[in-house]
């Protein structure tokens, strides 16, 4: 699986951005897709995640802020980002994940910075 990630720049706290995120390869074995973040010296984390039947979960941080989407006959994932303040400063990475234990892929990962 290839995943290309898009939509990453620079915006001011309380302005919003939206990431994309498409796949393709083995897409049919798809099951999660999410997206995580690292920022500067702290370990990844998860941002958002969403099922195959669109079950989502959020980050604490981000809940109300961030909404997750996919659309599984584009095979995309999304992540509407709104109320950015300066602590959402990171590379986010988009991530997929199957049934089997083994298939899980990461994008290459996009910038988003917020200027305070």
């Known amino acids: 699986v290839q995943l290309q990630a898009s939509g990453g720049g620079l915006v001011q706290a309380g302005g919003s951005l939206r990431l994309s995120c498409a796949a393709s390869?083995?897409?049919?074995?798809?099951?999660?897709m999410a997206w995580y973040r690292e920022a500067p010296g702290k370990q990844r984390e998860l941002v958002a995640r969403?099922?195959?039947?669109?079950?989502?979960d959020y980050a604490d941080s981000v809940k109300g802020r961030f909404t997750i989407s996919r659309d599984s006959a584009e095979n995309t994932v999304s992540l509407q980002m709104n109320s950015l303040q300066p602590g959402d400063t990171a590379v986010y990475y988009c991530?997929?994940?199957?049934?089997?234990?083994?298939?899980?892929?990461w994008g290459q990962g996009t910038l988003v910075t917020v200027s305070s």
């Open positions: 991530y997929v994940s199957g049934r089997a234990s083994w298939f899980s892929y």
């Open positions: 390869g083995r897409v049919s074995e798809i099951n999660n």
């Open positions: 969403i099922s195959s039947s669109d079950s989502a």
